[in-house]
């Protein structure tokens, strides 16, 4: 998965695709390439590491000034992050093309090809699209027909742009599987993987769907599908604010993902609750028709909005629901008895991760009778594949440790239980009492938010440690996995969760002095069990570090740090404690120096199985 981006302009395209392929880093950024049409010929620039890389080469270079051209910012699949395998790929000189996704048949392709001569300098599977458009405008085709005849020879999911150095003011793209959005400028057309990759330059869109084919030329837009019939699609104008996909004053986006949850969880709420109540219409027109026929919950979601799902289980199921989560990539490779009148949740922050995307294709083919999406991108693939729809309104989300995402997942999802719950043995007095929680959770966010300082503090122990143990309990053992998830991610520390019940049963052999144990202890009816695991730990020198409610009774002692987070209702406590938790893998990984918005070999949106 990578990100890309062209433009057919009126003036110097350069700085509108460096600033695009910045916006668009989080995709991917191994390495990237730019390909510009100067002077009837293709200047390319391309280097290895991320766009400040590029930015540096080009201005060794000096080559790529004109009106025409594409970029890319890379997440390798095929082929290491060499600058030989960075796109813009070339055929014959003339074509320069850039692709986020994957061909599948590549292989046939490529033998074919070089059966007839073709020479190929990468190991990526891009190069055979690149390679099979020159041969079509050998043959005679202009630039749009040889895209369309390319793309009809193509297996896999993706979204490729191209130019050509014999028609230097047009721009082709095609969308199978992979987002692609055309940006309507004035006088000046663009594409590019997402919408906030064009920001600057325009508020205008096409969401091109799944089989389109845009053909820019100087400044006419067609959208014309495989059979070259021409299609219509809505002008979408974007609401996000630059602001947004800014980092304003934080040094990271994370650290700014993460301070703004308490308006990103407002945001989830705007609308959606009146009074006492939730109102069952956010969900779409159809809720309540597919609400009442509902008996099972199945969740499906992968990484962070995985653990979202674990969470929620607990949930669902303590108001009668029957509730099962899995992680999409396991949950499409397998055989399922599908439960009757089950509703199927998809959970993902980009509404692009393939895994996710195929567990919902997956499970509509097996039988699952209606689905639901919680997703953050409107327009995404999972959006458009489902039938009712709840948008968290989280504002995007660029670090690509997720965190508002996860928090906007769980109240997305506490609205959702108190939809169905009331269908099974939730009373109107138990809404009001969850309704109320909830109005309390930006104050809650905030109120958490104020302990950083003692977490950065703590953060120092972790600098030269190799491994981290997370405990959670019950509800709480999700968070611990999410706050091992974030750790990892962000420090590349190996950090593990366990239930902490689980821990005698072989774990505890892990426990010494060096390696820290994170655990957190809100204050419910499992805290003196947890208690106990606790003393398990410290009994055998372990070294905790313990974000308690207040109100437990757990103090610091010798080998025992305890942190206190203002008291909080036991059904949100998940969403509160996490945060703790992403500001201690925050710092650890401020303190290490790791790049922390785009911590190496990971990708934002992870748009391949
Ligand atoms: O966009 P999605 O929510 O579908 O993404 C799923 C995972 O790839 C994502 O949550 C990933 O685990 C994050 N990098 C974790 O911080």
Known sequence: MCGIIGAVRKSDVLPVLLDGLKRLEYRGYDSAGIAVIANKSVSRVRSVGKIAALEQAIQTRQVLHGTTGIAHTRWATHGPPTEINAHPHISEGRIALVCNGIVENHEEIRQKLMSEGMRFVSQTDT??????????????????????????????????????ADEPDRLVGARHGSPLVVGIG??????????????????????????????????????????????SRPVKTSSLSLEAVELGNHRHFMSKEIHEQDQSVSNTLEGRITGTR?????????????????RSVQIIACGTSFHAGLVARHWFEEHGIPCQVEIGSEFHSRIHAVPEDSLVVSLSQSGETRDTLSALEHAMESGYAHSLAICNVPDSS??????????????????????????THLVALRLLVIALGRRFRMTETDEARLVRELRELPKQIRAALEIESQIRNIARQFVDKHHALFLGRGIHYPIA?????????????????????????????????????????PNDRLLNKLKGNIEEV??????????????????????????????????IAPIIFTIPLQMLA??????????????RNLAKSVTVE
């Open 127 to 164: 190069e055979v699209i690149v390679n099979l458009v020159s041969r079509e405008i050998r043959q005679g085709k202009d630039l749009l027909e040889a895209v369309k005849e390319t793309t009809s020879m193509l297996e896999g999911a993706y979204a490729i742009g191209v130019v050509s």
């Open 186 to 231: 004035d006088g000046e057309s663009y594409i590019a993987s997402d919408m906030s990759a064009l920001l600057p330059v325009t508020r205008d869109f096409f969401v091109l769907e799944n089989g389109d084919i845009v053909d820019i030329q100087e400044n006419r837009i067609t959208i014309v599908d495989q059979s070259g019939r021409t299609q």
């Open 278 to 294: 939730i109102l069952e219409a956010c969900f779409g027109n159809r809720a309540t028709q597919v609400f009442d026929r509902i």
């Open 382 to 407: 999972l959006v458009r594949n489902s039938e009712l729809v709840l948008m968290t309104h989280a504002g995007p989300e660029i670090g690509v440790a997720s965190t508002k995402a996860f928090t």
């Open 481 to 521: 996995l999410e706050g091992a998830l974030k750790l990892k991610e962000i420090s590349y520390i190996h950090a593990e969760a366990y239930p902490a019940g689980e821990l005698k049963h072989g774990p505890l052999a892990l426990v010494d002095n060096e390696m820290p144990v994170v655990s957190v202890a």
């Open 538 to 571: 410290r009994a055998r020198g372990g070294k905790l570090i313990v974000f308690a409610d207040s109100r437990t009774r757990l103090r610091s002692q010798e080998n025992l740090q305890v942190i206190h987070v203002a008291p909080v209702d036991s059904s």
């Open 586 to 599: 925050y710092h650890v990984g401020l303190i290490k120096g790791t790049d922390v918005d785009r911590p």
